[in-house]
């Protein structure tokens, strides 16, 4: 056989070696790459707050005053998880004070507020409040509702 005969064998079985490696991946691409991708959902707690931290003065017991924005997605309530300190830097060997506060009926777009009240606070000791965590739960129409329109 001559040489050139040998290259051109040597071309398609490099082409077929190619389309075997590089077609599934390329169609992988393709087929992961023709619809958009949903954005993960987001997170709660960047849905909410602490306003303000104040002791009040008759009971010594400490509030925080939280805000919730509502989502796009539809109206819901927030739970959300307050932790009272005596500074911004958390302790590791030291548990927080905490308390929860919920924040019903935020439609989407508009802002509720709610308060936490947390423990009695020392006399000589300035708060500080921030949110721990936060749960976001989407409101559901009461049973029956949408069968009497149709829906």
Request: with cysteine; charged share 20%; glycine share 14%.
């Amino acid at each position: 056989m001559s040489a050139l005969k040998w290259q051109g064998w040597l071309v398609g079985l490099v082409t077929i070696a190619g389309l075997l490696v590089f077609a599934p991946l390329g169609l992988y691409v393709w087929a992961s790459g023709g619809e958009p991708q949903e954005a993960p959902p987001r997170s709660a707690v960047q849905d909410v707050r602490v306003t303000g931290c104040r002791v009040d003065p008759a009971s010594r017991r400490v509030a925080a005053a939280v805000e919730a924005t509502g989502r796009a997605e539809g109206a819901g309530a927030y739970v959300v998880t307050v932790e009272f300190r005596d500074r911004a830097e958390a302790d590791p060997g030291r548990r927080a004070a905490q308390a929860l506060v919920r924040i019903p009926g935020v439609a989407p777009g508009a802002t509720e507020y709610g308060e936490a009240v947390g423990p009695v606070w020392p006399v000589a000791t300035v708060p500080w409040c921030g949110v721990a965590g936060a749960e976001f739960t989407r409101a559901t129409p009461a049973p029956g509702v949408l069968s009497r329109w149709g829906g």
